[in-house]
C-alpha cells in the first residue's frame, strides 16, 4: 500500500532541498575555521557540506577532483560512496518489505532456494544487512587468486553460487562480519523478487523518488564529474577502482554532496519509509560496531548530552565518505574525498562539524 503521507512529505522536502537547484552556488556559507583548519592539516581534497532537514548551510570544494586534467572538485563532483552503498540498498530492501513482497525475518531460501540447507534456512534478511549472517566470504580469496575476476560479468545468482557456498563461520546473529558476499546474497534475493536488474529496482524505489539525480552504480570513473582516486602519497598517485555490477549493493555506488544530504533528510526525518521500516533502520543490532541495518547509529556527546546519528561512512580505492545525521534535530554532514585519508580523522572531523565532544 502506498503511503501517500510520506509521499507528500518527501516531495514538499525535495522541493525545498538547494541541491536540486540548477543555479545551485559553487561555495556556500560563511568561513568555517573548523574545516580550514582540517583542510590545512590533513590537505583535504574533496567537497564538505554541512545542512539541516535538507538545505545546505556551507558547502566548499577543495583541490581537485583530477589531478592530472587539472580539474578542481566542485560542489557537483561525484565521488565513489562505497558502503554508503549498503544504506540505500537497505533502503530498498524495507521499501520491498513495506510492499509485502520481503521479509526480514524469513529464512533466505524462501527466495533462494539453491542455497545450501544450513545457511539457507537460518539466515535471514536481517543477518544480512547487518553483517552477522555467518556466510563466508568466498569472493576475497578467489580474488587474491585470479584478480582477472573482476574484468568478467557474473549475475548475483551466480555470484551466490561460487561464493557464498562455504561453511558457514558462525551461527546467524553471533558476530559481525563485514563481508562483501552478504550483500552479494542481499542483491540475488532482491532481483529473486522482483524479476528485475538490482540496481533498476534501487533507481525505483530509492534514487529516483528522492531525486538523487547524480548517484549511480557502474563502471563510471570515466565520465565526466566524476573524481578520480588516488593513493594517499606524496606524492598523490592515480589508481583504479575496478567493480563488478554484483558489488553495487555493498559499495558501487557514486555520488554527490546534494544528493545525500536531501536523502538524508528525507529517510530519517520525513515518512517517506514507514514508522517500522525507520525503526528497523535505527536500531541497532551489533552494540560494539553501533551497526543496526545497512549502517550505523552513533551517540555523540553535544552540550553535555547524548544525541543519536545515522553514521554511514565508505572507503574504497582512494575514496573516502561520511554521511552523518543527527536524528533529533536534521542536522547533517556530508564529507566526500578522493585522495586516500584515515576514515578516522574523516570521522573526527564530521564529529567536530556536528558540534560533538571528542570521543573517548
Known amino acids: ?51 539541516r532537514k535538507g538545505r545546505a548551510s556551507y558547502v566548499r570544494a577543495f583541490g581537485m577532483a583530477d589531478i592530472e586534467a587539472q580539474k578542481p572538485a566542485t560542489r557537483d563532483t561525484v565521488y565513489a560512496i562505497a558502503s554508503i552503498s549498503k544504506w540505500l540498498t537497505t533502503i530498498a530492501v524495507l521499501r520491498l518489505v513495506e510492499q509485502g513482497k520481503l521479509s526480514l525475518d524469513a529464512p533466505i531460501a524462501t527466495w533462494l532456494p539453491r542455497q545450501r540447507p544450513d545457511t539457507g534456512k537460518t539466515v535471514t534478511l536481517t543477518h544480512l544487512l547487518s553483517n552477522t549472517s555467518g556466510v563466508p566470504n568466498g569472493f576475497t580469496p578467489a580474488l587474491k587468486i585470479d584478480p582477472e575476476i ?79 582516486s588516488y593513493y594517499a602519497g606524496p606524492p598523490l598517485a592515480r589508481r583504479e577502482n575496478p567493480r563488478l555490477s554484483v558489488m553495487a549493493a555493498g559499495g558501487g555506488y557514486f555520488s554527490t554532496v546534494d544528493d545525500l544530504l536531501v536523502a538524508a533528510h528525507i529517510v530519517f526525518d520525513t515518512p517517506f519509509l514507514s514508522e517500522a521500516s525507520r525503526k528497523a533502520l535505527t536500531t541497532i543490532l551489533v552494540p560494539e560496531q553501533d551497526y543496526a541495518l545497512g549502517g550505523r547509529v552513533r551517540s555523540l556527546t553535544i552540550d553535555g548530552q547524548v544525541k543519536p546519528a545515522g553514521w554511514e561512512t565508505g572507503r574504497t580505492a582512494g575514496y573516502r565518505s561520511v554521511l552523518g545525521h543527527r536524528l533529533d534535530t536534521g542536522d547533517t554532514v556530508v564529507i566526500l574525498n578522493n585522495t586516500d585519508l584515515s576514515q578516522k580523522a574523516l570521522d573526527l572531523f564530521a564529529d567536530k562539524l556536528l558540534g560533538a565532544a571528542p570521543r573517548a
Not at 522541493?15 to 583542510?39: I, K, T, W
Open 1 to 51: 500500500m502506498i503511503d501517500r503521507r510520506g509521499l507528500f512529505a518527501a516531495a514538499g522536502a525535495l522541493c525545498a532541498a538547494p541541491g536540486l537547484s540548477l543555479a545551485a552556488p559553487a561555495r556556500l556559507g560563511a568561513d568555517n575555521p573548523v574545516v580550514d583548519a582540517f583542510v590545512a592539516e590533513q590537505k583535504f581534497q574533496g567537497v564538505v557540506m554541512i545542512g
Open 150 to 228: 573482476l574484468k568478467r560479468e557474473l549475475s548475483a545468482a551466480q555470484a551466490v553460487i561460487l561464493f557464498c557456498q562455504g561453511d558457514p563461520l558462525f551461527p546467524p546473529g553471533s558476530k559481525f562480519d563485514y563481508a562483501l558476499t552478504n550483500w552479494f546474497v542481499v542483491t540475488a534475493i532482491v532481483e529473486a523478487v522482483t524479476g528485475k536488474p538490482f540496481q533498476a529496482v534501487v533507481e525505483e524505489l530509492v534514487t529516483g523518488p528522492l531525486k538523487m539525480s547524480h548517484t549511480r552504480a557502474g563502471r563510471i570513473d570515466a565520465e565526466a564529474g566524476v573524481a578520480a
